[in-house]
């Protein structure tokens, strides 16, 4: 079953097949894959958000984060939400849903098994994407 936990925030702007991802509480401006997007431009709206892990670690400490906070993203930090198989849901600023790799050494768990409330890096393949769950009414 595929994880689809819902990120608030604003699109800024669509630019192309991508959108211009403002999530809540940040100052992050994360370009997201979403062709045909059809959803409001700068009101209050849930994305689910999707990416492809190309390396994960599990770490014993930092923080929660997205890198660049500007464009599209490629390096993530945060605790785990949800595990399901091969898929995670990582909140790092932003709640994202990340399928791991399944190629031999793409997961490195020296500080442990990824698990809930479990701290794990993510180098992201490109292409992160997003679709539109629905407008907020708040």
């Keep these: 079953m595929s994880l689809a936990h819902p990120a608030k925030g604003k699109v800024i702007r669509v630019e192309g097949d991508s959108i211009v991802f403002k ?19 700068g009101e209050a709206v849930e994305l689910v958000i999707h990416g492809k ?20 993203p490629k390096v993530l930090q945060g605790r ?7 898929q995670i849901t990582l909140n790092c600023g932003v709640v ?7 190629e031999p ?18 180098i992201l393949m490109a292409g992160a994407s997003a679709e539109l769950l629905q407008t907020s009414v708040a």
């Design 23 to 41: 999530p809540s509480n940040s100052t992050y401006e994360l370009i997201l894959k979403s062709p045909g997007y059809a959803g409001p431009v």
């Design 53 to 72: 892990a190309r390396k994960s670690y599990t770490v014993p400490s930092g923080g929660l984060f997205v890198s660049p906070i500007m464009g599209p």
């Design 80 to 86: 785990v939400k949800d595990v399901s198989g091969d």
């Design 96 to 102: 994202m849903n990340i399928t791991l790799s399944t």
């Design 105 to 122: 050494g793409a997961i490195e768990m020296a500080n442990g098994p990824i698990a809930a409330n479990g701290l794990v890096n993510v």
